[in-house]
């Protein structure tokens, strides 16, 4: 599985950005998918998951209510809508991809449970 993450850039405190995440070599309503991010020196944290068909999400609760992740099966696309954006949102996203699969569909929050990633991209709010 290949991802390539985009949509990234400089933006205001207050305003909004959305990050795309286009996935290939796999069918992807087989794919689990989420989004993580990371600061320098600290480990991936989990920001948002969402389930195959995109009918089920779930969010650390830094980002609920400010951020929405979403996919389009037929684009092969993942996405994360960031609303009111804070300075300390910045720093790089990644997309992850699982084959996850179970019949019902949980949570998957640890970045160590998905073998797939995108390469990145970078969000700067500044203030």
């Known amino acids: 599985v290949q991802l390539q993450a985009s949509g990234g850039g400089l933006v205001r405190a207050g305003g909004s950005l959305k990050l795309s995440c286009l996935a290939s070599?796999?069918?992807?309503?087989?794919?689990?998918m989420g989004w993580f991010r990371q600061a320098p020196g600290q480990e991936r944290e989990f920001v948002a998951g969402i389930s195959w068909s995109g009918g089920s999400t779930n969010y650390v609760d830094s980002v609920k209510g400010r951020f929405t992740c979403s996919r389009d099966n037929s684009k092969n696309t993942l996405y994360l809508q960031m609303n009111s954006l804070q300075p300390e949102d910045t720093v790089v996203y990644y997309c992850?991809?699982?084959?996850?699969?179970?019949?019902?569909?949980?949570?998957?929050?640890?970045?160590?449970?998905?073998?797939?990633w995108g390469q990145g991209t970078q969000v700067t709010v500044s203030s």
């Open positions: 992850a991809a699982v084959a996850y699969g179970e019949s019902l569909y949980r949570p998957i929050t640890s970045a160590r449970d998905y073998p797939w």
């Open positions: 070599g796999r069918a992807f309503s087989d794919l689990v």
